[in-house]
């Protein structure tokens, strides 16, 4: 729905803040990544209604590059929509995401924002990276493109086919789905970004281009089932692409191969392991258990939880297409670095993720906070990998 359309609900926030926190209040901090970094008000779920409505809708305040930066700090988390106590708590991540397709209307996204779209649109991925080497992630291995009749597509997504440091999750993964012995096969220089960011980043247009592209190479090849690496095309394919194809997280896929006896996991993997959960597997898409299922089916594996967990946990700061325009920016207090000093403060020697933009986001903030011989960030690919026989 367009902005407008919310006009109605937006001046029913009471800014009475219950967006900020975690469901249970156990946790005395934040949990909206921007408010917890600035402690600004106008930064807050709350705050962002009424600027959007005093802007956006009533035409009291003109709509600025400084707002656009306050809209586009928000990495779409859905802790607000979650926790807001009002009948209209479902529409706040939507009113969030109009108000950003008024200022790509308006032509005041922030210039990083700008390029982000602008390569997509270019590339087909925000990193610039030319077509062909999509399939470079998957060199020296013996995972293959997909053919006819392959039960699976297996859908990378951009920062899983070109980030050097998530590329290890997608080959861990290919590497577990060939020991199932599953027909199954990756597009490489045929897959264009799946448009979830581009979608949160209020570029409707866009979006609908990329879905119409991925969609029309998946009919050509008759594909029927797709399984993501990544949350964040989950979420797409699953929700705003066309109904007519089943779409898996890995996680799920490997929960119900482990099950089946397709996976012998008994090898084992001795590790204290803690796990993160990503928004866009946990808040959209309630799934919190396939990860816990498989990290507690390995032998050795011990599963401790962070104090914030499963639906009230924290974002790494990456969603909302942060991790490339970084307009939450690094830090100390940034949402990444303090998820990493949480997930330390368990005793664990595994941070496990099952996110390529949560890998990228978490093992930076690793360094950074100078971690590495104490804790390792883990795909959950890659702890699964190691302990298949
Ligand atoms: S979004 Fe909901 S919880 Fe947050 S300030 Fe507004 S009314 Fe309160
Ligand atoms: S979606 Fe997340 S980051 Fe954005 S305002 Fe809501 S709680 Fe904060």
Redesign the pocket.
């Known amino acids: 729905m367009a902005l407008k359309d919310y006009k109605d609900i937006i001046h029913r926030c009471f800014r009475c803040g219950y ?1 900020k926190f975690t469901s249970d209040y156990s946790y005395l901090g934040f949990n ?4 917890s970094k600035y402690r600004l008000e106008s930064y807050s ?1 709350g705050g ?1 209604m009424w600027l959007i409505y005093a802007s956006l809708v009533k035409g009291e305040l003109k709509p600025s590059k400084h707002l656009s930066q306050i809209l586009y700090s ?7 929509s979650q926790e807001c106590k009002f009948k209209f708590n479902e529409d706040i ?1 939507n009113i ?1 995401k109009a108000a950003r397709e008024e200022m790509v209307d308006k032509q005041l996204v922030p210039q990083i924002v700008g390029q982000f779209l602008t390569n997509v649109y270019d590339y087909g991925n925000p990193y610039r990276e030319l077509k062909q080497n999509r399939d470079n992630w998957a060199e020296n291995t013996e995972i293959k493109h997909y053919e006819k009749g392959d039960e699976f597509l297996y859908y990378v997504g951009c920062v899983g086919s070109y980030d050097t440091v998530s590329q290890k999750a997608a080959r861990a993964l290919g590497s577990v789905l060939l020991k199932s012995g599953l027909p199954f096969g990756f597009l490489g220089s045929r897959e264009v970004c799946d448009g979830n960011e581009v979608d949160m980043l209020g570029e409707k247009g866009l979006f609908e281009f990329l879905k119409e592209e991925n969609t029309q190479i998946f009919k050509e090849l008759g594909v029927k089932k797709i399984v993501t690496l990544s949350p964040h095309s989950y979420n797409a394919l699953k929700n705003n692409y066309s109904n007519e194809f089943e779409v898996f997280h890995y996680t799920q896929l490997l929960r119900d191969l482990v099950k089946s006896g397709k996976l012998d996991v008994s090898r084992g993997f001795k590790a204290k392991v803690t796990y993160h959960d990503p928004c866009f597997l946990g808040r959209y898409n309630n799934e919190y258990d396939a990860p816990r299922e498989i990290l507690t089916a390995i032998p050795g594996v011990e599963l401790v939880e962070m104090e914030r967990t499963k639906e009230n946990s924290f ?1 790494c700061g990456g969603g909302g297409g942060n991790f490339y325009t970084d307009i939450l920016g690094s830090g100390k207090d940034s949402p990444s670095r303090i998820r990493v000093r949480e997930a330390h403060d368990t005793g664990a020697n595994i941070l496990a993720v099952a996110c390529p933009v949560c890998m990228m986001m978490l093992e930076d903030a690793l360094k950074a906070e100078g971690l590495e011989d104490e804790l390792a960030i883990k795909d959950i690919s890659e702890v699964m990998n190691a302990a298949l026989l």
Not at 32 to 35: A, D, I, L, S
Not at 74 to 80: A, F, I, Q, S, V
């Open positions: 967006c909206c990544p921007v408010y779920p962002m928000c990495t779409m988390c859905r802790n607000c991540v969030l974002c």
